[in-house]
Structures are given as structure tokens and as C-alpha cells.
């Protein structure tokens, strides 16, 4: 029987200057609790004829929802900071290079890369104890590479 591997060591990481040096990922300082991948979904079509007795779907190309996880929130920090991290990449409304790779991962296995955009900062500030903290939501686009396998590639 397989058993579930926690995901302690699980990183998120940004190109930190898309432009400059393009594939060139830094890991996002202290994420904080889960991590959710982006869903890969395939549109339905039902394609029913009228005479048949039972239904008939045609699905559509693979699409993909955001993806979002959480980080202790430093403000000075640069991958989370306005010069150069995710607030600096969400406000000048950057497309750049992420990857994400579980408890075990290396390059091309158990990896995840692909572009997007920030498209969501949800900071919480605690009044009284507590660790700042930031919800943050990114709006893939283009291809992107699974495990080593490219999707959304034109051949």
C-alpha cells in the first residue's frame, strides 16, 4: 500500500526578473500552509442525438484553474516585497515563470512549471498575536511543463 507523504519541503518558486534572466527561479520565503495546485479540467460538451437512449460528451482542450497557497508575510522580503517579488509582479500586471515542487522533488519529477500572473494578495495583519500573513492566487497562461511533460504546446 502507498502511503500519503506530507508536504513538509514542498517550495514555490518566481522568476524574480522574467526579462533578465528568463527561467531563472528564487523560492518565495516562508510559505505557510497548503499549497493548491491548479485544477486541470477538460470542457463538456453533451452531443446527445435525440434518438439514443443514453447520453453522448465530447470534451473540449485541457484548461487550468489558478493555483494559490500562503506565506508568512514579510514586507521587506524580496520575493514578497514592491521592488522585486509578488506584490512588485501583481501591480505591474507581469507575466513570470513559477514552479512548484512537492516534498520530494527535483527538476522533472514531482514539478510543476508554468507562467502566470499574480492575480490575487490577500494580506491578514493580526492585531494582538500572530504571524502576518498574505493569501496569494496566480492566474496561469501558456504552456506548461508536468513532471517533465510539456502541455499546451503547439507541435
Partial sequence: ?????????????MEQDPTGSPGVFTV???LNGDITP??????????TPHQDTIDSWVLGGLT????????????NTATHDHS????YAMINNE?????FRGPAGSA?????IMSGQVQNI???NPVREGARSAAITVRLSGAMKVDGTAFGVSS
Fill in 28 to 30: 518565495i520565503a516562508e
Fill in 95 to 99: 507575466t513570470r515563470g513559477f514552479r
Fill in 122 to 124: 490577500e494580506q491578514v
Fill in 1 to 13: 500500500m502507498t502511503q500519503a507523504v506530507a508536504g513538509h519541503g514542498a517550495t514555490i518558486a
Fill in 64 to 75: 487550468r484553474g489558478p493555483f494559490s497557497f500562503s506565506v508568512n508575510y514579510i514586507f
Fill in 38 to 47: 491548479p485544477a486541470l479540467t477538460r470542457p463538456e460538451t453533451e452531443v
Fill in 108 to 112: 522533472d519529477t514531482d514539478e510543476w
Fill in 84 to 87: 522585486t517579488g509578488l506584490h
